[in-house]
């Protein structure tokens, strides 16, 4: 596996495999891996001739309540990772190398409409962050495929939206969310939990399922479905931030017309905040 830290070092990989025809996938991390960024690497391998992955705990994304300096990094345990699923290169940038002028000079991309609200608006500025570093990296790497997870599906609505407004030539690929045996959801948070948390965690998911059944059923009472969701996980003892039907697409409320939802939660269980969420098909 390559290691390339600079934008020339990386560009010189990548020049001489599209000169050789060969596609390339990249999927964009802050590093900690786990299962569900291997799933993402060999999406982006079963779709192209070479993956990418990059490893950068972007401080554009924080606020100025998240500490950046103690979020989890395992840089030496990750590259054992991607070496093991043959990944092809691991890009690793510094701040100075994307933010030169440092974060209070740089252009900033803003998503409109999908960034308002939900994660956006607990975390103000967020979305900003990744949208501009995703940006930036596309840009240096030139991918013809980039992988992202459906576990942050407001972020992955955001990226494909942001790509397909400025009409980058990319092709936006959702994949699945990774989930452990109980139906808790592969997160790098979840390493925070000590066990009786990690088992009461995964209620989020049961309660997902629960309310997608009650939609297919038939039910559309939408606001009784979240009071109902919201009770049940605030009753043992989760902290909910939001449980909401959305339009997959819009990620505005749901309304009895819509067809395609996803049904979107946050909630904390002691310091550590939780997201996942369920896509509804009632076609």
Not at 80 to 90: A, N, P, Q, R
Request: hydrophobic fraction near 35%.
């Amino acid at each position: 596996m390559y290691q390339a830290t600079s934008v020339t070092e990386l560009q010189q990989y990548v020049q001489h495999w599209k000169d050789h025809d060969q596609s390339i996938a990249f999927i964009p991390t802050m590093g900690n891996l786990h299962a569900g960024h291997m799933s993402l690497i060999e999406k982006g391998q079963s779709l192209c001739d070479r993956s990418i992955c990059s490893i950068f705990v972007n401080p554009m994304q924080f606020g100025p309540n998240e500490d950046w300096d103690h979020y989890p990094r395992s840089l030496d345990r990750d590259l054992e990772l991607l070496k093991s699923i043959g990944c092809d290169l691991v890009y690793l940038p510094t701040a100075s190398e994307l933010y030169p002028d440092g974060l209070d000079r740089i252009s900033q991309v803003q998503v409109t409409d999908l960034t308002d609200h939900y994660e956006g608006a607990h975390r103000p500025g967020h979305f900003t962050g990744v949208a501009t570093v995703v940006l930036k990296l596309f840009n240096i790497v030139k991918p013809d495929v980039s992988v992202f997870g459906k576990k942050d599906f407001q972020q992955y609505r955001v990226i494909s939206k942001m790509v397909d407004d400025f009409n980058i030539d990319v092709q936006i690929i959702g994949q699945e969310t990774t989930r452990e045996a109980s139906g808790l959801a592969t997160s790098s948070r979840n390493q925070y939990l000590d066990q009786a948390q990690t088992e009461k965690a995964a209620l989020i998911y049961r309660t997902l399922q629960q309310t997608a059944y009650q939609i297919d059923a038939g039910e559309r009472d939408f606001a009784k479905l979240q009071q109902t969701a919201v009770s049940v996980l605030d009753e043992a003892g989760f902290k909910t931030d939001y449980f909401t039907i959305c339009n997959a697409e819009t990620l505005l409320p749901a309304t009895p017309e819509d067809r395609d939802l996803v049904i979107l939660v946050t909630a904390a269980l002691g310091q550590t905040r939780l997201l996942d969420n369920i896509e509804v098909s009632l076609w």
